[in-house]
C-alpha cells in the first residue's frame, strides 16, 4: 500500500457536501478529507460509488462515532474486525476516536465524560491498547467537549496525558474543545496544548460553536470558528508546527465557498509557520 503524507487542510466529508464536491470539483484548499467509517461501511449504490471516487482523489482519515471505549461494557470487536476491513480497503492508516463513551446496554448517541480518575486511566488504556492490536494500527484519541465531570480525581490535563503515556497511542487535539472547556469549567484553555508532547498530536480539529449563555458553550460544529479559537490554533502551530487541520461542519452546512474561507485561512496560517514538528503518520 502505498502511502501519501498527510498535509496542510482537510474537510469533514458530510454527505450534503458530496452534490457540491461532485459538481464544482474538489477546491484544491481540501488537501484531505476525514469521514466516520460507521456512516460508510457497506454503503453501495451511487452513494457509495460517489463516495468512492471523491476519495480516491484525495487522502482520507477515519474518526470514529461508536467505539464507546469508555464504556464499562466489552469492547464491540465484531465492529473493530467490520472496521479494519473498511480501514484496508480505503487504505486508511489515520484512525481516531473521542475520549468518551457512548454506550452501556444500549447506544447513547452522545459523547459521556470518562471519569478522570486513576483507575478510569488502566480501564481506557488497556481497551485503546487492544483496539490498536485488532486494527493493527496506532490510534489517536480526542480530547472531547464535557458538560460535567462525575468522580472527577485528576483534572482533565493530567488525565489526557496518562491514557496517552499509558496507552502508547496518540492525541487528535480539538482546539475549539479547549476552548469550550475553558469557558464552561473555567480553565484555561492552553493547558493541554502546552502539555502534550509534541510527538503525540497526529492532527487537529478545528469548529465552531453554540453560545448557550456567557458560561455556556456547546459544542455543535454549526458554527464558523470564533476568534479566541484561531487564536488557539495559532498557539498549536507554534508549538507544533504546521500539523495538519481537520475543518469540521455537521449541520448549518454554508455554501462550499464559505468553507473553503476557513480552510484558506488554516492554510495561511501553516505557511507562516517555519517548523519541521511531525504531524500526522502517512496516510492514504
Given amino acids: 500500500m502505498s502511502l501519501t503524507p498527510l498535509t496542510g487542510s482537510g474537510l469533514g466529508l458530510r454527505r450534503a457536501l458530496m452534490g457540491p464536491l461532485q459538481d464544482q470539483g474538489i477546491p484544491a484548499e481540501i488537501d484531505f478529507f476525514e469521514v466516520a467509517p460507521e456512516n460508510w461501511i457497506g454503503v453501495g449504490g451511487r452513494l457509495g460509488k460517489g463516495f468512492r471516487r471523491l476519495v480516491a482523489e484525495r487522502p482520507l482519515v477515519c474518526h470514529g462515532l461508536s467505539l464507546s471505549i469508555g464504556s464499562p461494557g466489552a469492547l464491540d470487536e465484531v465492529f473493530l474486525l467490520r472496521l479494519k476491513r473498511f480501514l484496508d480497503d480505503f487504505g486508511v492508516d489515520c484512525y481516531s476516536e473521542h475520549l468518551s463513551y457512548t454506550s452501556d446496554d444500549g447506544h447513547l448517541y452522545d459523547l459521556m465524560p470518562i471519569p478522570f480518575t486513576a483507575e478510569a486511566v488502566d480501564w481506557v488504556a488497556t481497551r485503546i491498547r487492544r483496539v490498536q492490536e485488532i486494527l493493527e494500527r496506532r490510534i489517536a484519541i480526542e480530547n472531547i467537549s464535557y458538560y460535567a465531570a462525575p468522580g472527577q480525581r485528576l483534572s482533565e490535563t493530567e488525565f489526557v496525558l496518562a491514557v496517552l503515556e499509558r496507552a502508547d497511542c496518540d492525541l487528535l487535539l480539538d482546539v475549539n474543545n ?20 509534541p510527538g503525540r498530536v497526529r492532527y487537529l480539529h478545528l469548529a465552531g460553536h453554540y453560545v448557550e449563555a456567557p458560561d455556556l458553550l456547546i459544542d455543535t460544529h454549526g458554527a464558523a470558528v470564533v476568534d479566541p479559537v484561531w487564536r ?29 474561507d476557513e480552510l484558506r485561512t488554516v492554510r495561511q496560517m501553516q505557511q507562516g509557520v517555519a517548523s519541521d514538528a511531525p504531524g500526522c503518520a502517512d496516510v492514504a
Avoid at 507554534?238 to 455554501?255: A, K, S
Fill in 178 to 197: 479547549l476552548y469550550v472547556n475553558s469557558v464552561n469549567h473555567g480553565g484555561d484553555a492552553e493547558e493541554l496544548l502546552t502539555a502534550v508532547e
Fill in 232 to 260: 488557539l490554533l495559532a498557539l498549536a502551530y507554534h508549538r507544533f508546527g504546521p500539523v495538519p487541520t481537520l475543518l469540521e461542519r455537521d449541520f448549518n452546512i454554508p455554501p462550499l465557498p464559505a468553507l473553503v
